[in-house]
């Protein structure tokens, strides 16, 4: 999980607009919208609602990012995890997930060891440790939920691989 945590919605809506294929214009195409309301909606201004989460979701399904539910999720000192399908799971990938959250943990606690060092931490590696933190329980997260998709039994008794 190596991807920022944008800290506005106005920055989210940036992101995912820019990310899109075609800019605002691929974008408004994509809701429906000719340009003008798409900005309109985009900024907010008067008289215009703004873009709903749906629509934001629609554009973020086609550029594959999450921008929206981390910054959601940042709201409430959580992380957002986008769980794999079964289709894209496969024992490999499930050892790689596994060595991801271990290589995140680690770093958390050499983090924690080198603040440490001087008996105190600052504001500075509180910050970094809390940031890195998020991403080993997201990559743990992650690694349990690939193994729950990859071999969860559906409710006809049948295992999925």
Same mark, same amino acid.
């Given at each position: 999980m190596k991807r920022p945590i944008l800290d506005s919605r106005s920055k989210v809506l940036s992101a995912v607009i820019a990310a899109y294929p075609g800019g605002r214009e691929g974008a408004a195409t994509l809701l429906g919208l *000719?340009?003008? #309301?798409? *900005?309109? /909606? #985009?900024y907010g201004n008067a008289g215009h609602a703004p873009l709903t989460d749906d629509q934001v979701c629609q554009l973020e399904?086609?550029?594959g990012t999450s921008y929206l539910p981390d910054y959601l999720a940042s709201l409430y000192g959580g992380v957002f995890v986008l769980m794999p399908e079964?289709? /894209?799971? *496969?024992?490999?990938?499930?050892? $790689?997930?596994?060595? $991801?959250?271990? %290589? $995140?943990?680690?770093?958390? *606690?050499?983090m924690i060891a080198k603040a440490l060092e001087d008996g105190r931490i600052t504001e500075a590696e509180l910050g970094d440790i %809390?940031? $890195?933190?998020?991403q080993h329980i997201a990559a743990r997260h992650a690694e349990v939920g690939a193994v729950i998709t990859l071999h969860r039994k559906t409710p006809g008794g049948q295992e999925q691989q």
């Open positions: *000719d340009l003008k #309301r798409f *900005d309109n /909606q #985009r399904l086609v550029t079964s289709g /894209q799971l *496969d024992n490999v990938d499930l050892y $790689a997930r596994s060595l $991801a959250t271990d %290589v $995140a943990e680690g770093k958390v *606690d050499q %809390v940031a $890195a933190h998020r």
